[in-house]
């Protein structure tokens, strides 16, 4: 595999925990994409229509902002990028990730933990963000699968 970059934001640590694992499994570098506000529990709360992220993930065009440097995507050829799934996507921080660097001609390859739904649409979503990317459909996978299983998915993917 090319310059591997695993770019993750995690809400809780799970996904952080996934993304330790599989830069492990793809001797990639780890990038934390990280908001400038920090969510709190209530952010999180999706029962609440008014938290944070309700508001967020309701509202199509919100990019929240990130703290810190921004990753340098021209060092790499394939990018993981992890996250939870909310409302059966990705948190609207990973478009303001991606729509804040140029990846034309990279590999984008989503990864994802949830509570119980899948991927949804979430790469044809992601792919609006970056539209010079090849962005695969990706996969959501438990906080704790193993290197083994990580390095067998990496492994059919043929990137």
């Not at 438990?142 to 993917?157: F, G």
């Amino acid at each position: 595999m090319d310059k591997t970059l695993i770019a993750y934001f995690s809400a809780n640590g799970s996904t952080a925990k996934l993304a330790n694992t599989l830069a492990q499994a793809t001797g990639g570098d780890l990038y934390e994409i990280r908001p400038a506000v920090p969510y709190t529990s209530a952010d999180l709360n999706w029962n609440n229509k008014s938290s944070r992220s309700s508001v967020e993930m309701n509202d199509k065009t919100a990019r929240p902002a990130m703290s810190g440097p921004a990753a340098d995507i021209a060092k790499y050829d394939t990018i993981f990028v992890g996250f939870p799934i909310w409302w059966y996507e990705a948190p609207r921080i990973i478009q303001t990730f991606l729509e804040s660097s140029d990846f034309s001609g990279k590999t984008v390859i989503p990864f994802a933990t949830s509570g119980g739904s899948g991927m949804g649409k979430t790469a044809s979503i992601l792919q609006k963000s970056c539209p010079a990317a090849h962005v695969l459909p990706g996969k959501c996978m438990s906080a704790s699968a193993d290197i083994q299983e990580l390095s067998a998915w990496v492994k059919s993917l043929s990137v």
